[in-house]
């Protein structure tokens, strides 16, 4: 692994500012393989040298992937001056500069969110060329008749013209259906199941791909995963479509 600068790896593995991280160096609060270091540019081999800030062994990781169950009210961003977002909710152990939302969910959508550092990883997730389906749950103010399901058999258009791609919808009762979409436009499980006259009281996002959300997370909590543990969602989706 090439060798790269102290201050950047300690800011990078921990919720500080390269000048923070600068400034901690020169008043001795780094060592390297169990000698003090006090050079911010001091070359280190992330991995492979022991790296120490402030008494605590860092646990060097290029890339972070965190699970979240995101609850209601909270934005999908990385930051924001007024409102909570889904960054805040990280604990301190888990925190570390760069985060940020894989996609969006809408602030009163609930559920399944990765919130990661690799801006690899989200394009893959996100890329059209992947088309990889999302679930969700929701609970509508009205029934799912035979001619909803129709609507969903096909491309809808939005009412101002943009036509989505088909989504597949499953009854679940009367008035709750899961359904999976492979696009992510403003709003559109909302916009679609206007088309067939129905508004959404509660939207949950269940799974990405074949990923499901744990069911041991309650809302706001969140837990790490290796990225292999990710894989499912990029495969699996073709057989996922199997019941709908």
């Known amino acids: 692994m090439p060798s790269e600068r102290l201050d950047k790896i300690i800011a ?23 000698e003090a270091v006090k050079a911010p540019d001091f070359q280190v081999k992330p991995g492979e ?3 120490e800030y402030a008494g605590e062994k860092l646990n060097y990781k290029k890339y972070i992937y965190i699970v979240m169950n995101k609850p209601a009210g909270v934005l999908s961003a990385s930051e924001d001056k007024n ?13 570390r500069k760069g985060l940020f939302p894989v996609g969006r969910l ?11 550092d690799d801006g690899d990883f989200a394009h893959r997730v996100l890329s059209p060329s992947k088309s990889i389906y999302k679930t969700y749950r929701a609970e509508l103010d009205g029934d ?3 001619e909803t399901l ?5 491309e809808i258009t939005l009412a101002d013209g943009t036509v989505c791609r088909r989504a597949y919808l499953k009854r679940l009762d009367r008035r709750t259906a899961e359904i ?9 499980i909302k916009r679609m199941f206007g088309v067939a006259g129905l508004g959404v009281c509660r939207l949950e996002r269940l799974a990405i791909g074949d990923f499901r959300l744990p069911d041991n997370l309650k809302p706001g909590e969140c837990a790490e995963f290796h990225k292999n543990e990710l894989e499912p969602i990029f495969s699996g989706n073709a057989n996922s479509l199997d019941a709908y």
């Open 12 to 34: 990078s593995q921990l919720n500080i500012s390269r000048k923070d991280a600068r400034t901690g160096i020169r008043r001795g609060m780094a060592r390297v393989n169990g």
């Open 49 to 51: 040298d022991i790296i």
């Open 83 to 95: 409102r909570q977002t889904v960054t805040d909710l990280v604990p301190d152990g888990l925190k």
């Open 106 to 116: 809408d602030r009163d959508t609930t559920g399944l969110l990765i919130i990661t």
């Open 144 to 146: 799912i008749t035979e």
């Open 150 to 154: 129709g609507i969903f058999s096909r």
């Open 180 to 188: 999976k979409i492979c696009e992510g436009r403003y709003h559109q």
